[in-house]
């Protein structure tokens, strides 16, 4: 929630920021930037790249921030780490001791060990507790006391105040809690910093992720991870291309084709691919075969309506040209249907990668022995956030190359996309 | 026999929903090789069903077309067809645009080549050649529809409104065009238009069509066209027997919308 609203802030604020100040320097004098009218106009709307570039600073910032990163100047309040203490005081048979509790926090990865104490004098010893941050912890003050809780003692304050089981009062550099049963509980400060099994610092993502291509992850290189992956998303986009895009074209051009397939495509198109990974398994298990199916399948639907809407897209006009102009069918089929439909087709096929890739992932994380999905499925297991994270960046990195890549060879093959 | 016979010809369109239009009734015609006809109406009497039939991309419920005595079954490249707009190949250079009935032919590229200069040096496009269509105007995008029809070297051109979405000046030297390839490569022609004037222009023979169910109500022999071709269509507006004539089709048209509107608002 917090993060939230400092998210907003700085969204707004910068907003303000980059207006107030770099005017001039965004200031173009192009064609756009002399349209009066841009509010309402899509195509007048263009990505603000001082907004993009702050956008990503700004979720490093907030990253880092709230992880306790060295890279990043401000932090949010991180846990209390290091020694406290408070005190106790325990009752029995009419009478009263106070005892102190030396309770030390430490970080969740190195224990110290626990140094030795004096016990004090009374009857209510004094304790020692080392406590992980983020952690809580049980502390048994009257282990060690002359007349323990089996003699019939309690605890009755803390820090002089009085509490009950249940009850809870506030020390220094924590809370203390007390069980129903009475014993009591101590809770170091959080802070507002996350965890590094929730959320590690962007730092320890990046060293993890130059260990990663140095070392690998389970038995194979980080390359061979992700370069798996792709492999399986473009044998089963080709496949699914291979089969498609003729399917399409026949069902456009043939009412036999399209009423055998109609239902079978109809029905399938809902079908999200990963609701096809059980069966897959079942079929073709969990080794490559399977894997290539399911892209295929994903890939396949969406290319067979693609293609069959670039067909049922052809002007008729052009095609009545054509045919005026004395083409035969496969004539009017090479060069008019055929062109008139990449660009339907090529919108297809850039869905159809990103299902894929998607659908791929998700089939690693069920079952697989290599691959992008399999390497974050796994780290998951052992709690290696920052792997997961390191993952989920690649995996985002790679989407969103490979759309970049079918948009380009888009703009080279059809460049008189929505120009007609 | 040579030449273009439209026979009889009846057009009726059964509606999905049951019931049926009377596109076409007992429409007569015969048109000599080298004869420009402009064919006026008002809106929904029937020219592009017209055309379409002559074209061969319908077929009559009754009668039929007969060009150089074959009958006409389908289309076929002796029918060249000029469309309004949006029937030019975006994924083809200007060049290929043109060239492509004489590919279709599998004509041999020098001489291919060879018809597709001349043609777009005649249309004025030679600057243009290898432009993308989408970078053209839309006076321009006609002079190749035009230009890319005359390539396949047709018997017949069927003109379906090919200025209608120009600019009035772009159009009047379109028009000027049209005339002057007429007279160049004797072609006949059949040409749709809702311009009066671009009828009277254009037209050898000028045909008026009738609405409900479409028919062929008045034809006119113009002497227009012929003076066009050498002068300056705008002295040719001053010719005295031009402004009555274009008054009195006016009006014939007039009436006819007219009668249209009474019939529908009585009907509803
Ligand atoms: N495919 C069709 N199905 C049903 N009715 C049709 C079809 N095509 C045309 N019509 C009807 O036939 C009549 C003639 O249409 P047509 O398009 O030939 O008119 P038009 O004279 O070309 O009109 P405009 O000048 O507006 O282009 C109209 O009433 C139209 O509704
Ligand atoms: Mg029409």
């Known amino acids: ?420 | 026999m040579t030449g273009l016979a439209i026979d009889d010809i009846s057009m009726r369109f059964e509606l999905p929903k049951g019931g049926s239009v009377q596109a076409l009734k007992n429409v007569s015609l015969d048109l000599k090789p080298g004869e420009l006809m402009s064919v006026l109406g008002p809106s929904g009497c029937g020219k592009t069903t017209l055309l379409n039939i002559v074209a061969g991309f319908l077929a009559p419920t009754e009668g039929k077309v007969v060009l150089n005595g074959e009958t006409v079954v389908g289309p076929a490249a002796e029918r060249g067809m000029v469309f309004q707009q949006g029937a030019l190949f975006e994924w083809m250079s200007v060049r290929d645009n043109v060239g492509f009935g004489p590919k279709m032919k599998g004509m041999a590229p020098g001489e291919k080549r060879e018809i597709v200069d001349h043609l777009l040096d005649v249309t004025g496009l030679g600057d243009f050649k290898e432009k993308a269509i989408y970078e053209l105007s839309g006076g321009m995008q006609q002079r190749v529809a035009l230009a890319r029809c005359l390539a396949n070297d047709p018997d017949v051109i069927l003109m379906d409104e090919p200025l209608g979405a120009l600019d009035a000046l772009t159009r009047e030297k379109m028009q000027g065009l049209v005339l002057k390839l007429w007279r160049e490569t004797g072609k006949t022609i059949i040409l749709i238009t809702h311009s009066v004037e671009e009828a009277l222009l254009l037209g050898e023979r000028l045909l008026v069509m009738a609405p409900r169910p479409g028919r062929i109500h008045k034809e006119y022999r113009l002497p227009f066209a012929d003076m066009g071709v050498n002068a300056d269509l705008r002295e040719v507006k001053k010719h005295e027997d031009y402004n009555p004539t274009r008054e009195e089709i006016l009006s014939m048209i007039w009436n006819m919308e007219e009668e249209i509107m009474g019939r529908s608002e009585t009907s509803a």
Not at chain 1, 277 to 286: D, F, H, Q, S, T
């Open chain 1, 1 to 420: 929630m917090t993060i939230l609203l400092i998210y907003i802030a700085l969204f707004v604020g910068s907003f303000f920021a980059v207006k107030a100040v770099g005017n001039f320097l965004t200031a173009k004098s192009d064609f756009t930037s002399l349209k009066t009218v841009t509010f309402g106009d899509e195509s007048a709307v263009r990505a603000n790249r001082a907004a993009s570039v702050m956008s990503i600073v700004a979720i490093f910032l907030i990253w880092g921030a709230f992880t306790g990163s060295s890279l990043v100047p401000i932090h949010a309040p991180g846990p209390f780490i290091g020694d406290t203490t408070f005190t106790y005081t325990a009752t029995a048979d009419g009478q009263s001791d106070e005892g102190t509790v030396r309770v030390i926090v430490h970080p969740v990865a190195d224990k110290p060990e626990a140094p030795e104490m004096a016990p004090g004098d009374g009857f209510a010893k004094d304790d020692i507790a080392l406590i992980g941050a983020w952690r809580s912890g049980l502390i048994r003050v009257d282990q060690n006391d002359e007349l323990g809780r089996d003699a019939g003692a309690v605890v009755t304050a803390v820090n002089g105040t009085a509490i009950e089981p249940d009850g809870r009062v506030q020390v220094d550099n924590g809370v203390v809690n007390m069980t129903r049963r009475g014993t009591l509980n101590f809770t170091p400060y959080r802070g507002w910093q996350m965890e590094p099994v929730w959320l590690p610092s962007p730092e320890t993502v990046f060293w993890r992720l130059v260990e990663l291509s140095r070392d690998g992850y389970q038995n194979f290189r980080l390359l061979e991870h992700l370069g798996w992956s792709l492999l399986r998303v473009v044998a089963g986009f080709i496949l699914g291309a291979l089969v498609g895009i003729p399917l399409g074209y026949a069902m456009g051009l043939s009412d036999w084709f399209r009423g055998w397939f109609d239902p079978i495509v109809e029905f399938m198109r809902p079908v999200p691919p990963l609701a096809l990974i059980p069966l897959v398994i079942i079929w073709a298990g969990i080794g490559e075969p399977g894997k290539i199916i399911l892209l295929f399948l994903a890939a396949l639907w969406i290319m067979t309506i693609a293609a069959r809407a670039g067909v049922s897209g052809v002007k008729i006009t052009k095609v009545h040209a054509a045919y005026s102009l004395g083409a035969s069918k496969w004539q009017v089929m090479r060069h008019v249907i055929i062109p008139n439909s990449l660009p339907e087709i090529f919108t297809g096929a850039r869905v159809a990668m990103g299902v894929c890739w998607g659908t791929v992932v998700a089939a690693e994380l069920v079952a697989a022995e290599k691959g992008a999905g399999m390497m974050i499925m796994v780290a998951s297991r052992f709690q290696l956030t920052d792997i997961v994270i390191t993952g989920i960046i690649l995996i985002g990195v790679i989407g969103y190359g490979i759309d970049i890549l079918m948009r380009q060879a888009e703009n080279f093959l059809v460049p008189w996309k929505g120009r007609a």
